[in-house]
Structure formats: structure tokens, C-alpha cells
């Protein structure tokens, strides 16, 4: 993708602390520093949230718990010049407001100036990474998303592109994958999958890239009092589990609208900092006790048929 038009390519990337980043081409294809991408107003455009490594703290932006995992380039109005998407993902608790956003380049192909506005485009809380491409060949690009983690609506669906050029405009989901189809065909799961989608084998249909963080379980040999204590562990976390959610719960009912508030005023509730002293030790020797993951991610093409 060349954002700016210079005619090298351009590296587009998602960072932890919910902002994007532009690594612009040189002529040899290699790549220049990376710059944070700002809208009009110099202000970084973001999605979700993310823990400050140094205010030891979360910060809330768009109101979500969650991180942006994609910020990819299409031209959305069809004006000649790139658009943002962005996606984020929702750490096992969906939220409102998060979903799939735009962000229209009012600038030129050459000189790209981002809107301050972000609009909803699809309005789900749960989606971690999204593709572009004409999924049912009628010359209108569609949505591919990807739920990586969250429970019956993990899979991978596509939103039918029902707009015009220069217009798009979404149907409802319809699945690729569901969370089981995907299983079957993989003996993998879906957690934080990512999507691309490209014409992999050259027969001219689309497929899909399909990239896991999972990995494949090594079950481990286990003896009869480990197997004990395991599950022994295993009740005494989710008991803690429920004990923190109301805790959770308590200080999202307190501070309705400032979510960044409620979760940090929760992690420093003294019954809160007790259970997280006691159960530190106890989670890590459960940790032990549970299947290694291998080191392999594993990438998929999935191939139309
Ligand atoms: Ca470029
Ligand atoms: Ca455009
Ligand atoms: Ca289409
Ligand atoms: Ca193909």
C-alpha cells in the first residue's frame, strides 16, 4: 500500500497503545522511521484502550476495553486517495462504541490530511481484524472480520458490500467459519485470528490468510494428585474470577460514564490488591499444570472453491 503516492510502498501497523504507524517507503524498498499517524488537528487517531507501561494505568479512549489491532488503507469514497479502517479488539468483554471505524483522508493522494471524525462503520464490540476484498465478485469490495475470542460469536464472517461505489454500505454478518467449522478444519481455534485475503493458488477466486496467535496444546503426563491438585487450583481461581468481576461491577455502576475511572479505581480496592496477592501464587503454579502450548502461530490459507 502506498499511502502518500510517492510510488514505494508503505508499511501501515496497529500499536499496543491503541494509536497506528506509517513506515513510508524509500525507493529501495526499504523503510523510514515510523511516524504516528495523526488527524488534521495533530491528534493521534486511536480506538479502544490500552495499559500505559509508564502511568501504570489504563487509559480509556473511545470507551473500551480493548486494544487497536488493525488500521489498514482503502479508499472508501473512491476520491483517489486512502482512507483508514480500524479495528480493535474486545479481551473477552465486548463494548459498545468500539467496533469497525473510518476515518476519511481529506487530503490528497500525495499529501494524505485525516478527518478528525471517526465513524461506526460496523457497530459490533467483538472484532479483532478485518480484510477487504470482493468476496462474491459483483465489482463492490466486502468486509472480512475475524472474532477471534469471544465466545458463540467467535468466527470469521463477511459483510456484503450493498452500497455503490464511492458509497459502501454493509449487510449483516453471514459466517465463513464458525468457531467449530474452524476447529474442524484445523484441529487449531481462532483466538486473536487475524484475516487477509489474496488469490493465494492463482486460480483467479479469492482466498483467505488466516493467522492464529493459538498454538497447538502438548498435553502433558500428569500424575493422579497433580490431576487433584489442578482442579483443586481450578476452583479456587474461579471463585476469585467471580469475586473480582462484582468488584468490577461495583465500579462500573459507581462511575457510569468514565469506564477509565471504574477500572482503575477497581484495581486499587483494597480487596481487590488482597486477592491479587493471594492468588498470584496459586494461578502460577495452576499455569504449571496445564497443557504447554508449542511455539508455532500457525498460518492458514483457506482456498475457495
Ligand atoms: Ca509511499
Ligand atoms: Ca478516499
Ligand atoms: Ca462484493
Ligand atoms: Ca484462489
Not at 8 to 22: E, K, R, S
Amino acid at each position: 500500500m502506498d499511502l502518500n503516492g510517492d510510488g514505494n510502498i508503505d508499511l501501515l501497523a496497529a500499536g499496543y497503545i491503541g494509536c497506528g504507524y506509517i513506515f513510508y517507503g524509500n525507493e529501495d524498498g526499504s523503510l523510514k522511521k515510523p511516524e504516528i499517524i495523526c488527524n488534521k488537528k495533530g491528534e493521534k487517531i486511536m480506538l479502544g484502550s490500552y495499559w500505559d507501561d509508564d502511568k501504570k494505568k489504563w487509559i480509556d479512549y473511545r470507551k473500551g476495553f480493548s486494544n487497536l489491532t488493525m488500521m489498514k488503507a482503502i479508499d472508501w469514497d473512491e476520491d483517489g486517495d486512502y482512507d483508514l479502517i480500524l479495528s480493535s479488539h474486545p479481551h473477552g468483554r465486548p463494548h459498545e462504541g468500539v467496533g469497525i471505524q473510518l476515518v476519511i483522508n481529506e487530503g490528497t493522494k500525495n499529501n494524505p490530511v485525516f478527518s478528525t471524525v471517526q465513524k461506526m462503520v460496523i457497530n459490533t464490540p467483538y472484532h479483532v481484524a478485518n480484510a477487504f476484498t470482493d468476496w462474491d465478485g459483483d465489482g463492490l469490495w466486502d468486509i472480512i472480520a475475524t472474532v477471534g475470542e469471544y465466545k458463540e460469536a467467535t468466527g470469521i464472517f463477511w459483510y456484503k458490500n450493498k452500497g455503490t461505489k464511492g458509497a459502501p454500505k454493509f449487510d449483516k454478518a453471514q459466517t465463513i467459519f464458525s468457531k467449530e467449522g474452524f476447529d474442524k478444519a484445523t484441529a487449531m481455534n481462532l483466538y486473536g485470528a487475524y484475516v487477509s485475503a489474496a488469490d493465494y493458488n492463482n486460480d483467479g477466486k479469492v482466498d483467505l490468510i488466516i493467522g492464529t496467535s493459538a498454538s497447538k496444546d502438548i498435553p502433558l503426563n500428569l500424575t493422579e494428585s497433580q490431576i487433584k491438585r489442578r482442579d483443586e487450583l481450578k476452583k479456587e481461581l474461579d471463585k476469585y474470577n467471580t469475586k473480582r468481576n462484582k468488584i468490577f461491577e461495583k465500579y462500573t455502576k459507581k462511575y457510569k460514564n468514565d469506564s477509565e475511572k471504574a477500572y482503575n479505581e477497581a484495581q486499587q480496592d483494597k480487596t481487590m490488591l488482597k486477592m491479587i496477592k493471594k492468588f498470584r501464587p496459586l494461578y502460577k503454579e495452576y499455569s504449571k499444570l496445564l497443557p504447554h502450548p508449542t511455539k508455532l502461530c500457525p498460518v492458514y490459507v483457506s482456498l475457495k472453491k
